[in-house]
């Protein structure tokens, strides 16, 4: 096994980034993958885009402490595992239905 890795960013206050960690440790227990690091960044510019997206589908709200956050998760897991937790990760963050939604946490993965 190989270490990889998931980065996303984020647009989020620490309840927001503490729910996104647990989504990550939940999908990555139950496929046997392991993490071996992870950490968060707050980039000067790559994820300003992510604010306007909060103000544009949250409009009557306040961002409060959100800012712009990458995290990035260090996986031992094959190729394989990688894109099927990414995948997983993004479908838990923002479920798609046929009713228009929000994000909880506006978000970006690479």
């Not at 206050?13 to 071996?36: M, P």
Request: aromatic share 6%; proline share 5%; glycine share 6%.
């Amino acid at each position: 096994m190989r270490t990889r890795d998931l980065t996303f960013g984020l647009y989020a206050d620490a309840e927001g980034l503490a729910w996104v960690k647990t989504l990550i440790e939940d999908a990555v227990g139950s496929r046997g993958a392991r993490i071996v690091g992870m950490n968060e960044t707050s980039p000067a510019d790559a994820y300003d885009f992510l604010a306007q997206q909060w103000a544009v589908e949250h409009p009557a709200r306040n961002s409060g402490a959100r800012q712009p956050i990458e995290l990035r998760v260090r996986l031992v897991c094959s190729l394989r595992k990688r894109r099927t937790l990414r995948n997983t990760v993004i479908a838990a963050l923002c479920p798609q239905g046929t009713a228009s939604h929000r994000c909880r946490v506006p978000w970006m993965a690479r």
